[in-house]
Nanobody, 132 residues
Framework: VQLQASGGGLVQAGGSLRLSCEAS????????IGWFRQAPGKEREGVSC????????YYADSVKGRFTISRDNAKNTVYLQMNSLKPEDAAVYYC??????????????????????????WGQGTLVTVSK
């Protein structure tokens, strides 16, 4: 599956952006999707995940209450709405998936979804820059 993240850009602190993750060649409707980010000199970190049906979500503590993940399976797209952006949110954002990883309501899969280890398909990232 080919994933493509888009929607990044330059925004002032406190502003908002909505990222999109689209797939080509396959329906995302049965896949869990994760959003990750990587800032220069830092490791890639899990930001948010969503189950295939959208009924289970995960957020890193650093973005809880500010970011919202959602999906529109009819449009084959997963979104990451980012509000109240902070300079520390600046990074390249990636969406990822893997047919072998199924996110459910179990604490185990919710804990797993934020680890890049479980994702084999990655899209090209989109750059988010947040000015002070």
């Amino acid at each position: 599956v080919q994933l493509q993240a888009s929607g990044g850009g330059l925004v002032q602190a406190g502003g908002s952006l909505r990222l999109s993750c689209e797939a080509s060649g396959i329906s995302l409707a049965y896949w869990s999707i994760g959003w990750f980010r990587q800032a220069p000199g830092k490791e890639r970190e899990g930001v948010s995940c969503i189950s295939s049906s959208g009924d289970v979500t995960y957020y890193a503590d650093s973005v809880k209450g500010r970011f919202t993940i959602s999906r529109d399976n009819a449009k084959n797209t997963v979104y990451l709405q980012m509000n109240s952006l902070k300079p520390e949110d600046a990074a390249v954002y990636y969406c990822a998936s893997d047919r072998r990883f199924i996110m459910s309501k179990s604490h185990r899969t919710i804990a797993m979804c934020g680890s890049s280890t479980y994702y084999g398909s990655w899209g090209q990232g989109t750059l988010v820059t947040v000015s002070k």
